[in-house]
C-alpha cells in the first residue's frame, strides 16, 4: 500500500520541519513545497501558521496560497491548517500588524480572530478539549491535551449546517478555553484545521496526525 503524499505548504512561516517530521512518522510521504503541480497532485495539503496573522497571509499571498487552498477545497481535495494556519481560515484578525500591511483571511470560514480574553496571554502550555461529538480527527484522543502557543483565536462559531441540504454533515467543532472559549479545532468537509500544534503535543498529537494522513 503507498504511503498518503501530503504538502506542506513552504510560504516562509517559521520552522516547519517538526511538521514535517511528524507526519512522516505518521506514515506520510512529504513534500515541503510551494510548487503549484505538486501542491494541487498531493493526497494531502496541510497549511502551517507561526507568527503574525498579517504577516502569514502576505506570505501565503506571495506564494499564491489562497488560490492553491481554493482549488484544493473546489474538488474536494483535503487541506489541513495548524496554529494561525487554522486562523487564516476565518475572515479576518484584530492582531496588530508592524510588519505587514493589514491582510484580510481566507474567508473560508465566517468570523473574526480577536485577542484572547484572559488574565494571562498568552496561552501557552497543554490543555484540553472538548471534541466535537463524531470528530474524525480526535477520534481515540477525545480526552487528551493538546499543546497550545497563542494570543488570539476565534470565539464564536458562526456557520450552521445548510437547512435545506438535509444530508450535509454539519461544522464539527472542537473547543477549548483560557479565560473565555474558543475554537480550538473544526472539521468541515475537505476542510479541517487545528489551533494548537499537534506536531508539539506528544502521542496525542501524532494520533490526531495519523487520523487526517489515514482518511486521505
Excluded at 44 to 69: D, E, K, Q, T
Excluded at 173 to 193: D, I, K, R
Aim: proline fraction near 7%; glycine fraction near 10%; charged fraction near 15%.
Amino acid at each position: 500500500m503507498s504511503r498518503p503524499r501530503v504538502a506542506v505548504l513552504d510560504y516562509g512561516s517559521g520552522n516547519v520541519h517538526s511538521v514535517v517530521r511528524a507526519l512522516t512518522h505518521v506514515g506520510a510521504q512529504v513534500e515541503l513545497t510551494a510548487d503549484r503541480d505538486l501542491v494541487l497532485a498531493a493526497d494531502g495539503l496541510l497549511v502551517p501558521g507561526v507568527g503574525n496573522f498579517h504577516a502569514c497571509m502576505a506570505g501565503l499571498r506571495a506564494a499564491h496560497g489562497p488560490s492553491l487552498i481554493d482549488t484544493r477545497l473546489a474538488g474536494g481535495r483535503p487541506v489541513l491548517g495548524i496554529c494561525v494556519g487554522l486562523q487564516v481560515m476565518f475572515d479576518g484578525s484584530t492582531e496588530p500588524s508592524s510588519s505587514a500591511p493589514a491582510q484580510e483571511g481566507l474567508h473560508q470560514w465566517p468570523g473574526t480572530v480577536s485577542r484572547l480574553r484572559a488574565p494571562v496571554v498568552p496561552h501557552m502550555g497543554w490543555s484540553t478539549v472538548h471534541a466535537a461529538e463524531g470528530s474524525r480527527l480526535l477520534a481515540g484522543v477525545e480526552q487528551e491535551r493538546f499543546y497550545f502557543v497563542h494570543s488570539y483565536a476565534v470565539a464564536t462559531w458562526d456557520l450552521p449546517a445548510a437547512p435545506r441540504a438535509p444530508l450535509a454533515v454539519a461544522p464539527r467543532v472542537t473547543w477549548s478555553e483560557h479565560g473565555s472559549p474558543f475554537v480550538a479545532a473544526v472539521e468541515n468537509g475537505p476542510l479541517s484545521a487545528t489551533q494548537f500544534h499537534p506536531e508539539k503535543s506528544g502521542d496525542s498529537g501524532l494520533h490526531l496526525l495519523k487520523n487526517w494522513v489515514m482518511s486521505l
